[in-house]
């Protein structure tokens, strides 16, 4: 099969587009045909081989473990009613980078009828990220909502959900298209958090009403920024740093301006039911409760993928399809 291999820790370009051998599948395991795979932003840090979250993988190593595509063939003991199968799954294996990637049949969801396979990867995990993370935010419709990183994969979702419970919501991203991308969402405030004069653009449109709940994608100097928006008794969620820099308040501050942070992301990652949160955010999607975004390279261009990435050039969840034959 062709699969995206890394060799060498570095830059994107290390990346290759390279024949390896398919992947067998064990007892309690299928073959699936890959028509999408996920690609994260944390990836990108461990093709580097930096010390951020999970440990750098062995070498050489195909990333990817987001894989929606058809059940080709099943291992030992696994019902062969699955071949044929439309599944979705967040732990293929050597990764979904490929066009074959092997995955323990316990893991698999069926796809939802209606629902794409680019849709399907986007959800299984990024929606699935999502959905936890507005859980622990417990918004209403009282609340007046900043989401940062609003054009991205998970920001999106959570605009979503924020506008469908009544919520304000200020949608902050960078560039005027991604800004554009959230103004069609339906945000109640659109703004490019890469002027500098955007923390004022918010004040301005909100009048005397203060922010209530920050969830912010970014962290870094726009996380701060944001964090200074907050009215008293609101709360800051962090809920990813595609910046790479982190923020975090300092207690003092906080206690003097009567506000709160919860790093969301490392609380939702200890206690997630991840079977079960996957099933919601598909079935979410499949209803049209929510509706994932989705930007796809050809799987042979997965250094490009990672480079927009990297340089925060994509819109949505950045999605890895089979090259054209």
Known sequence: ??????????PADNLRYETMPDPVPGPGEVLVSVRAAGVH???TALREGLPIGPPPPQLPAVFGGEVAG???????????AWIGAKVVTSHGRPGGYA??????????????????????????VTGTTAIGLLDIAELTSDDV????????GIGRLVVQFALRLGATVIGAAGGPAKTAAVREL?????VDYNLPDWTDTVRD????RGVTVVLDGVEGDKGRAAFGLLAEGGRH??????????????????????VRFTDALALLLEGQDAPADEARALAAAADGSLVPAFQTFPLSQAAAAHAALEARETTGKVVLVPDAR
């Open 70 to 80: 058809v059940v080709e063939s099943v291992g030992p003991d696994v019902d062969t």
């Open 186 to 190: 339906g945000a109640d405030v659109a």
């Open 99 to 124: 066009e074959l990637a092997a995955a323990d049949v316990a893991s698999l969801h069926r796809i939802p009828a209606g629902l794409g396979y680019e849709a399907a990867v986007t959800m299984v």
């Open 41 to 43: 932003q944390i990836e």
């Open 237 to 258: 969620l962090s809920i990813g740093a595609a910046s790479r820099e982190e923020f975090r308040p300092g207690e003092a501050e906080m206690k003097e301006r009567g």
């Open 205 to 208: 449109a909100l009048g005397p």
């Open 1 to 10: 099969m062709r699969a995206i291999v890394l060799h060498e820790f570095g």
């Open 145 to 152: 909502v900043l989401v940062t990183s609003a054009a991205g």
